[in-house]
């Protein structure tokens, strides 16, 4: 008999998300909290958690070994009424692949809300809404995309529950539905699948129930735990379908809030608004937060003195789940920070301020790369795991990558793929590898542009490749727990391609701008097309005007003769690098 995840979670007495935490160390990977385990693995679990005095305690079970059944189920009720937390309702983020109906299908689950009001209108004002579905509350946020998600994700403000996927029936799984599928997996969030424009003609739900269930997200009506259902947005049809999904998920989620707790609150949006000033959209997790509070968000800090709710309306205090917009601070806060309650406007004054030094600090400090090491110290796990962002230039070569990477025998280390994908390393990888400490692996891709800066930024761990062989070997050597790749290649800078010459004799000489850092003779080059390696040799001759120069740094303009390619196009990007012996 198979056991889903949250009913052993309740059974057992401890968040779903400890046991999904406590599956992993298992080897069992889960999907979701609806995704069911074998009768053997729940067993498993129920004697590792019960041998655990202190969480066997926090159970309230076997704590009393002595004592008769009947005093045993009075002490379990006990605690069930004193000891857990309200209900609270669910937090629930869509999203899915540009124009497959996000924003129709928010707009069609608002309007539930109308004709419970009775009113003509409603004016969203906030970055969230509170729907009331049959007397009970569901939180939408508005969909910031996945990167928005993942980036909360990252600062620590986790505040979605269920992730909504919508899928156009017509269109099927497109690639931000496969990104948006694996940020909400590597969040470890409840999934829902609506499957939107089920109006259309070219509707095939099948279609996308089988791309997806590839994926990990088997249908229940196959036997397995992933709810789908058919929506048509701009009709407003099956919308009460997927709210009573939703009600079923939370139920089975059992999510929980204390309105006692010290207050714990996140930002989802911010604005800066003439007339009232800086305005935060906040969602709370735990605790009250109420009017007159005095509040440390992050580096700014205030006393609140006004909330609105999402129909723009003040309110005096927001609990568990619920949004509110906060008018009283200083300054206009960035997504995912923290709010918290202290007990003056002085204290929050300081506190703020310490924290504008702690940033400042860190700024200053260029951050490191998360190393090798970082990575794969996993502080809990038995056994650490190389978590893997996997980039090609094509569907073929990322398949064959994939391919040979699971073949790979595992050695210290487990391998565990998050996400992979074709096309140019882009700044949502780099934002998944921050939250999911993972290693961003390019086979003949590279990042372009400013996700250069971002990676910089954040500090993450980016290898690139040409050869299958090259990357496979790495990655062995990795999974064996030899951390250490020989050879480190350090980027120079980049070149943009802003016409071509023909030059007898010489072949094509590219005019171009240095965009960051500096161009040298003789160094290596890549030449990047849309973030693909379209070659990869040396530069020939660098040039200015007549001359020929060593380097052109930043800002000037040069002509580059590269060896042994002449196919070189405007808009082209030339990446200079030199290779470097690690030092151990
Ligand atoms: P988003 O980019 O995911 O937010 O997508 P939108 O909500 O902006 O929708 C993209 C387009 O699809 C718009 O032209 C919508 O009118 C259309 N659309 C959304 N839902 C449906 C639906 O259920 N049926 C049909 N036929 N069109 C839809």
Known sequence: MKIRVYQL???????SKQLVEELKKLGVDIVSYQSTVDEETADLLRELLKAEPSKAAE??????VESTEEETVTAEAGKSEKELAPKRPPVVTVMGHVDHGKTTLLDAIRRTRVAEREV?????SIGASVVNYKGQKIVFIDTPGHEAFTEMRARGAMVTDIVVLVVAADEGVMPQTIEALNHAKAAGVAIIVALNKMDRPGANPDRVMNQLAAMGLIPESWGGDTIYVPVSAIKGEGIEDLL???????????LRGDPEAPLKAYVIESRLDKGKGPLATVVVREGTLRVGDFVVV????GKIRAMFDDKGDPISSAGPSMPAEIMGIQDVPEAGTLVQRVDSLEEAERIAKSNLDLQRDKQQKTRKEFSLEEILSSSEEEKPVLNLILKADTAGSLEAVQNALLKLEKGEVD?????AGVGAISDGDVILAEASKALIVGFNVRPVGKTNKLIEEKGIKVLTYRIIYDLVDDMANLLKGLVKPKEVEVVLGHAEVRRTFKVPRVGTVAGCYVTDGKIVRNGRVRVLRN????AETSIGSLKRFKDDVREVVQGFEC????????DIKEGDILEVYTIQEEVA
């Not at 009573?244 to 059992?254: C, Q, R, S, V």
């Open 120 to 124: 003509g209108g409603i004016t969203q």
């Open 298 to 301: 992050g580096t700014t800090y």
């Open 559 to 566: 002509g580059v003769g590269l060896e042994n390619f002449h």
């Open 59 to 64: 159970n309230g079970k076997e704590s009393k």
């Open 531 to 534: 973030g693909v390696i379209v």
């Open 9 to 15: 979670a309740k059974e057992l007495g401890v968040p």
């Open 244 to 254: 009573e999904a939703i009600i079923l998920i939370a139920d089975l989620l059992d």
């Open 415 to 419: 391998m565990n793929i998050i996400h």
